[in-house]
Nanobody, 123 residues
């Protein structure tokens, strides 16, 4: 069973930064075609934020976060990060890590999901 554990959320003021971490089980990290970050704000649908595809090594970002967020990984730690800079109140959401064997751009298909970590940005 895939295991994904997110951490790093918190409360920050607009313009601040946070780094989220997603630690995956070794099997998940090594076998899934992509691992990415998604978010869901109250009353809104879940949306893709950033997704990293294993083959070929490509990353995808939502237009709303391009230039502010960066997805990266540490293979030795089975960990995927989301560095978030210049945070805005509209970035407030529950952030989830997901991994899947089937991926298309920002999308994961029949993915495995973590429990989420809350990010709150105040103005």
């Amino acid at each position: 069973q895939a295991q994904l554990v997110e951490s790093g959320g918190g409360s920050v003021q607009a313009g601040g930064s946070l780094t989220l971490s997603c630690i995956a089980s070794r099997d998940t990290y090594e076998t899934r075609a992509c691992i990415g970050w998604f978010r869901q704000a109250p009353g809104k649908e879940r949306e893709g934020v950033a997704n990293m595809h294993r083959e070929p090594g490509r990353t995808f970002y939502a237009d709303s976060v391009k230039g502010r967020f960066t997805i990266s990984k540490d293979d030795a730690k089975n960990t995927v990060y989301l560095q978030m800079n210049s945070l805005k109140p509209e970035d407030t959401a529950m952030y989830y890590c997901a991994a899947s064997r089937s991926c298309a751009g920002l999308r994961v298909i029949a993915g495995d999901w973590g429990q989420g970590t809350q990010v709150t940005v105040s103005s």
